[in-house]
């Protein structure tokens, strides 16, 4: 494909997805026939509603008295001066209720139900993030909830399945196959095939069928807007990068939305794992090929008959097999660079962020932050804005086990801060 720089990209968003749903040959909708109405009837509505002055002020009131937005933007002076002369800026989605990006497009999807007339909100959820989101969504606009959930991650992940219920969520197992995300995807698209005259399907991802990538995109651009306003007023400048991790990649395409127009180099951030081998990692985009999953095409780790491969990530939310259409895009023509991070350097920079700045980030974020600061060693001068998509209380229980307080991780640097 024919490669971009920043300059290709005024006017961008409101230029891709096509009308079919394309960021070039990625993306589309792949359906089957008795789904394609209902997806066009979210199509439609979205078209019209998103323009509406209306459904934009009700939407920015919700961000600003409910969700705590504008989220700020945090200089990290201590914690840059210990790597050299970059400086580190953090976008800080942590202090977004409930602790991450996810409710930026679960509000905006519980909204457009609210508009569409509909009385439910049907998801599947992996980890239980996206499920918490969009509970958390239904109970503020008194929608019902039913979400579909592999019942061997109900097992896994039992808090956040009490704090679903909590919220007044109907948790549904999903007890065939694997018992995992992929089954509860399928469960979930059967429920909305019966119910969509009055339930909405709500996905956690710019992934789907088309268009959920340009919705949820639509959604999360506001983290990548704030970002660049607030750092220009910081600093009188752009950042020289920017960064975020990608697991299905809707925190770093609100936050790439934001700049991709503007002369900064964009870093997506794909968790490498264990290693390079098939199932110790979910690097779609450096190992994966061309393929469908979910009804859309992208990058996909798949076998040689086209069936997803086993991923593996010490973060629970960026293991998924396939990407965004939109970054299968971006990464061919070149205007955004992914690079890898795996479990031991993310879980490296999850510690130094705690021990030096007083932040304890998700471990998914701490991708994104671990290669910030690989950047800030690797580079004399400028700066880079990572988006901190969510905060480690998720995890702290988890990480203790397996790796204490973390001194193995920070002893050496402690030496040198002396
Ligand atoms: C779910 C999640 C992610 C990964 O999802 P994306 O769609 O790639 O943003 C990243 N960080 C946190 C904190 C999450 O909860």
Redo the contacts with the bound molecule.
């Keep these: 494909m024919e490669k971009k720089t920043y300059k290709d990209f005024d006017n961008y968003l409101k230029r891709y997805p096509d009308k079919n749903g394309y960021f070039g040959e990625y993306g589309g909708q792949f359906l089957p026939p008795e789904l394609i109405p209902a997806f066009k009837e979210i199509d439609d509505a979205y078209e019209e509603i998103c323009h509406s002055s209306q459904f934009i002020s009700e939407l920015r009131r919700i961000r600003k008295e409910f969700q705590g937005r504008p989220t700020p933007v945090y200089h990290c002076e201590r914690l840059s001066r210990m790597l050299g002369k970059v400086q580190i800026y953090l976008k800080r989605e942590d202090l977004n209720h409930t602790g991450?990006?996810?409710l930026n497009h679960c509000m905006g999807e519980g909204l457009l139900a609210k508009y569409m007339g509909k009385k439910k909100i049907i998801a599947e959820t992996g980890a239980g993030?996206h499920g918490v989101a969009l509970a958390t969504a239904a109970a503020y606009f008194g929608l019902e909830c039913d979400i579909y959930m592999g019942e061997v991650d109900i097992a896994k992940q039992h808090p956040n399945v009490i704090r679903m219920k909590m919220l007044g969520a109907r948790v549904i197992p999903v007890t065939h196959g694997l018992k995992t995300l992929k089954e509860a995807v399928d469960a979930a698209f059967d429920a909305y095939l019966k119910e969509y005259k009055d339930a909405i399907y709500c996905i956690g991802?710019?992934v789907g069928p088309h268009p959920f990538p340009k919705i949820v995109r639509d959604f999360q651009s506001v983290v990548g807007f704030e970002a660049r306003e607030q750092f220009l007023e910081m600093t009188g400048i752009l950042p020289d990068a920017v960064t975020a991790?990608?697991?299905?990649?809707?925190?770093?395409m609100g936050m790439f939305a934001g700049f991709l127009s503007d002369p900064v180099d964009i870093y997506g951030v794909e968790p490498l794992g264990r290693g390079s081998a098939i199932g110790d990692h979910a690097a779609s985009l450096a190992y994966g090929k061309k393929g469908i999953l979910h009804g859309f095409e992208s990058y996909l780790l798949q076998d040689e008959n086209g069936e997803p491969l086993p991923v593996y990530s010490i973060a629970s939310?960026?293991d998924y097999p396939s990407v965004g259409p939109e970054h299968a895009y971006l990464h061919d023509c070149g205007r955004v660079n992914y690079v890898s991070v795996d479990d031991e350097e993310a879980m490296k920079a999850f510690f130094m962020l705690s021990r030096y700045e007083g932040i304890i980030p998700?471990i998914?974020?701490s991708h994104a932050l671990a290669y910030a600061m690989r950047y800030a060693k690797e580079h004399d001068t400028g700066s880079i804005l990572v988006c901190l998509?969510?905060r480690g209380d998720k995890d702290i229980d988890y990480v203790y086990e397996k790796y204490g307080t973390g001194e193995c991780f920070i002893s050496d640097l402690q030496k040198s801060d002396k």
């Design positions: 991450a990006h996810k993030q991802s710019v991790c990608v697991g299905g990649g809707s925190n770093s939310g960026l998700a998914e974020s998509s969510g």
